[in-house]
Structure formats: structure tokens, C-alpha cells
């Protein structure tokens, strides 16, 4: 049996291989401290509301199940493989998709035609379960695409749904036997496979993007109980623990938004977006002794994720530490020559050094490396405005 094809017509599929990876469980002690620590923080927030469970949040209505199923069971269509006919059936609908950064269930995706790629996989996955074709799910790395948010940062990382083959169905006319289709938003060159998902990683993933919404629109109640409710699918989450930090952090909750980093921290793979966070809190509680040996360790992490190094970067802009500002932008570039944006920022914090000809050197590669004609126009429009000797840009 083949691996997942590259359908040239649309932009819809792309080339993938997978393999189901084991799960990491958290051992029971783990489990007790973490609920120890959630059983606090339950108690400094309003009533948890009522959040469906993934299997409503996957249903969709009864008129766009007829309309998929009579789709699908159409007599002509009964020479197609039943994985494909579900990738037609959505391939039919892309062309008019609004490509946002919200996340919707499916019915909404599918009545309204938009949404962001986890809302594709879930919708793909609502219409796979009604079809009885199975799924798997891989999370990757859309590179570069971020979302700044004030103090927070997205980054274009998405789940997409494969569509199997579990059958052994043949293709029409060829007689080949592929394994199954992926489906994605728009995949380009720079997309980067990043691991393999377990289904109650990907069902974690809804509400962990609820609550990062919510987030983003200071709604700490909500926020708080999404991304807890995440962690009853995903309990080794650090991106769920890392949510329920900030809330408890930005309610003033320090102790337990403490306990909730340093806890994550005992356990994540991926420790960087937890160690930032960690030492806001502890520059917020002026304990500049221990954010110091935060920096250095972040100094020291070999991470592969530039968006990483932006967020840093930024942070230490804002807080008038220019020299280490350019230094994690170096390192983004490191990782990502093309991020114009990082570019800009060595630009703005050579700028406050008091560095002009770094600072034209910086800008003038944040113009060449721009390939959006609005970003060489706004950047051109900060190069008149440096070239005036204008103190800021």
C-alpha cells in the first residue's frame, strides 16, 4: 500500500507519511500533584459554564448531514474509494472558504465557510465519523505565519486531518492502492511535520484554542475553564498548563500561577514558552535575582521554533534591554533569514542604541526580504521616515 498522494488540482491536499506514536502517561504521584494544584485554583474562579463535550462539538446539523450523506451515497460516486469521496466532497466547498484565525465547530464551519485549520480538521473529522472512514491527525509547522496579540503570540502551527485508506479501496482506472488523503489549508514548501497525534491530543487542541481566544479578549473565566476542560483530554499538556498559568497570573493568583510553571516545567518537552511566561511573573514580583538565571537558560536553549525567539525578543524591547532585543532577533534569524519582521525590530532597537547606520542596514533588509508588496510599502514608508531624522521608526 502506497503512501498519501499529492493531488496537483487542489490546493486543498498535500504530500504526507504518518505513524501512530506512543502515548506518554503521567505517573499517578504526577497526576495527584497536578490535581492538587488544580483543585486551588478551581476555587479562584467564577462557576465553571457549560462547555459541550468533543462528540456534540463534532455534530452538525441534521440538514448538512442528509446533505453530505446523500453526497456521498450517490449511486455514480459508488466507484470511488470512500476516503476520497469525503476529500471531493470538501474540495467542492474550499474554493469559497474564508480562511480565519477563529476556531468554530464544525456546523458553523460548514454553514458559514470559514474558519481556521483546526476548524477544517474537525469538520473533515465530523464528516469521516458520519462516513465510517477513519483518521489520523499530524500537527505542522506552518512556517512563518504569527499573530500578535498584545503580550501574546500564535504561531502558524496547525493540525490537519488524514482521511485513511483502511479499506484497501483501489483508485479508479489505475487499480493503485494509496493509504489515505491528507487534508490541509493551503500547504507550501516551508510546511514542516512536527509529530503525529494521538485523537485526544487533536480533541485537546479545540479547547485549548477557546480558551487562547478568550485570552486574547481578557475573558479569564472562560479562558480558565477551556483550557482546564483541555486537560481532561490532554492531561500532559504544557500548552494547557501554560494557558491556566497566565490566567491564574493575570488574576492575581502568583502562588498558584507559580505552582502551575513550575509544575509544567517538571514535565514539558518544550520548555521556552513556559520559562518566558515564568519570568514575567517573577520580574512582576521584582525577584530579578531569579529572572536572571531564567535569562540564562533561555540563552542556552537550542530551539528550533523562531517565533520563539520573536516573542523574546519583543519582550525585551519593551522592557528597554535593546542589546538582548537584537540578540534572540538574531537568533530567529538564525533559524528564518526570511522573517522581515525581525529584521525591523534589530532596525528599532539599533535605533535606540543610537546606532543609525545598523539601524539602516537592518531596515534596509526587512525592504528586501518583505515579499508582500504592503510590507515593502510600510517598510519603505519607515525608511522616509528614518531618512527625515526622525528618532523613531
Not at 479499506?167 to 493551503?186: C, H, N, T, Y
Not at 483541555?230 to 498548563?241: F, R, V
Request: charged fraction near 25%; charge should be neutral.
Amino acid at each position: 500500500m502506497r503512501g498519501l498522494p499529492l493531488l496537483k488540482s487542489a490546493a486543498l491536499f498535500t504530500l504526507a507519511a504518518f505513524l501512530l506514536s506512543a502515548c506518554q502517561s503521567m505517573p499517578s504521584a504526577d497526576i495527584a500533584t497536578r490535581e492538587n494544584i488544580l483543585r486551588v485554583s478551581d476555587l479562584e474562579f467564577d462557576k465553571r459554564p457549560k462547555i459541550a463535550s468533543s462528540g456534540v462539538v463534532h455534530k452538525l446539523s441534521k440538514a448538512q448531514e442528509q446533505s453530505f450523506l446523500n453526497y456521498f451515497n450517490a449511486p455514480r460516486r459508488a466507484g470511488v474509494p470512500e476516503y476520497r469521496r469525503i476529500a471531493n466532497y470538501l474540495a467542492s466547498i474550499i474554493d469559497d472558504f474564508d480562511y480565519r484565525t477563529d476556531t468554530f465547530a464544525p456546523s458553523k464551519t460548514l454553514a458559514d465557510k470559514s474558519g481556521n485549520c483546526l476548524s477544517l480538521a474537525m469538520l473533515t473529522t465530523s464528516l469521516a465519523q458520519l462516513a465510517g472512514v477513519q483518521t489520523a491527525y499530524q500537527l505542522m509547522d506552518s512556517a512563518p505565519v504569527f499573530d500578535f496579540h498584545g503580550t501574546i503570540v500564535e504561531k502558524g502551527v496547525h493540525v490537519r486531518t488524514l482521511l485513511l485508506n483502511s479499506k484497501g479501496q483501489a483508485e479508479p482506472g489505475s487499480g493503485e492502492i494509496l493509504r489515505g488523503i491528507a487534508m490541509d489549508f493551503f500547504p507550501s514548501d516551508r510546511d514542516r511535520f512536527i509529530s503525529n497525534m494521538k485523537a485526544n491530543e487533536y480533541e485537546a487542541m479545540y479547547y485549548r484554542n477557546i480558551a487562547n481566544e478568550a485570552l486574547r479578549s481578557n475573558d479569564l473565566n472562560t479562558a480558565y475553564w477551556y483550557a482546564r476542560e483541555s486537560l481532561k483530554y490532554d492531561g500532559a499538556s504544557s500548552d494547557a498548563l501554560n494557558t491556566l498559568a497566565i490566567v491564574n497570573r493575570r488574576a492575581g493568583n502568583l502562588d498558584t500561577a507559580e505552582s502551575l510553571y513550575l509544575f509544567a516545567l517538571e514535565h514539558a518537552k518544550e520548555k521556552l514558552t513556559l520559562l518566558k511566561n515564568y519570568r514575567v511573573l517573577l520580574l512582576e514580583n521584582e525577584r530579578y535575582l531569579e529572572a536572571a538565571r531564567i535569562d540564562e537558560k533561555l540563552q542556552k536553549i537550542d530551539d528550533p521554533s523562531p517565533y520563539h525567539w520573536v516573542q523574546l525578543a519583543r519582550q525585551s524591547f519593551d522592557e528597554r534591554d535593546y542589546q538582548r532585543a537584537i540578540k534572540y532577533y538574531q537568533r530567529s534569524l538564525e533559524l528564518a533569514p526570511y522573517l522581515h519582521s525581525a529584521h525591523l525590530g534589530i532596525a528599532k532597537a539599533y535605533l535606540k542604541l543610537g546606532e543609525q547606520d545598523a539601524a539602516l542596514s537592518s531596515l534596509l533588509s526587512a525592504i528586501s526580504h518583505a515579499s508582500n508588496l504592503s510590507d515593502r510599502k510600510f517598510y519603505k514608508a519607515k525608511l522616509g521616515i528614518f531618512q527625515q531624522g526622525n528618532a523613531a521608526i
